[in-house]
């Protein structure tokens, strides 16, 4: 199989999947390494799939249908659960998380937690490698980009975040 029949049976895995493949699964199926998975998907990214890369593996984004709003927010890392738990509440699904950073810029996370059970595996690795929020790095201050299937629900979702003082204001 030549690489460009293999990308288009990659689209084909992920777009069909249930779950989020990992690169590795991905070159096993086919017979190559991980990295050259890699590269392709990166090939088919710059040719305009909307292949996302998350924490579980590649899932296609079939969201562009949803109510989408970025906000801004600011809190301790304490408070990140409540903050993620008041966003699936309302079936929001936080797409990524992003700082300004001093240096580098602009720095984005994919994040894609949909659920309870993608927060509960999210929050796992969070304790298991003992990591510090992005936001760590800006005093609590950062962006989420949040989809809901409509904007009543974003809507109950920037209401909660207000009530709480998460959210930042003008």
Do not use: W
């Amino acid at each position: 199989m030549n690489s460009e029949d293999r990308r288009k049976e990659i689209v084909n895995y992920i777009v069909n999947s249930k779950s989020p493949l990992k690169g590795s699964e991905i070159a096993k199926i086919f017979g190559v390494t991980r990295q050259v998975i890699v590269k392709d998907i990166a090939i088919i990214r710059a040719a305009g799939s909307n292949i996302v890369a998350t924490p579980e593996g590649y899932i296609m984004n079939k969201e562009n249908s949803r109510y989408r709003r970025i906000l801004a927010l600011c809190h301790n890392s304490s408070e990140m659960t409540n903050e993620l738990e008041i966003v699936i509440k309302y079936g929001g699904m936080i797409e990524d998380v992003i700082i300004e950073h001093p240096i580098y810029g602009e720095l984005k996370g994919n994040l894609m937690i949909r659920n309870l059970n993608d927060l509960n595996n999210f929050l796992d690795k969070y304790k298991k490698f003992k990591a510090k929020p992005l936001s760590a790095l800006t005093e609590g201050i950062h962006l989420h980009t949040i989809s809901t299937e409509n904007k009543d629900d974003m809507d109950m979702i920037i209401r909660d975040l207000e009530k709480v003082g998460y959210l930042l204001k003008d």
